[in-house]
């Protein structure tokens, strides 16, 4: 959320989550009910339900507008394109596999 900061609280089952820090480093948990987790604005971050069963949180933002950005869709569906060799390399990744993930996050028309 590139203009907010995101508090979550779990009500049932069990998360892992985390985000990247501006150095590339990771800092995750495993959350279970009561927990409270915060992702600082802007940073990338994730959620996952690890557990068995359905996961609930409750989930607050410091701003009425806090934004989202999807790192996947922005990078492999911008337009114009971010260029294939800037792609392949950040990933190191191949042209095939470039043009294969493009394909699926094009934009729809």
Request: proline share 8%; charged share 15%; glycine share 8%.
């Amino acid at each position: 959320h590139p203009r907010a900061t995101e508090m979550i609280f779990v009500l049932e089952g069990q998360l892992d989550v985390g985000f990247i820090t501006t150095s590339n480093t990771l800092v995750s948990k495993t959350v279970i009910p009561g927990d409270v987790f915060v992702f600082p604005r802007g940073l990338v971050h994730f959620q996952k339900n690890n557990g068995a069963v359905p996961a609930a949180v409750m989930a607050a933002f410091n701003s009425q507008l806090p934004g989202t950005q999807s790192i996947a869709s922005t990078l492999f569906g911008a337009t114009p394109p971010v260029p294939d060799n800037v792609l392949t390399k950040a990933f190191q990744i191949g042209t095939k596999e470039v043009t294969e993930i493009k394909s699926r996050l094009a934009p729809k028309k």
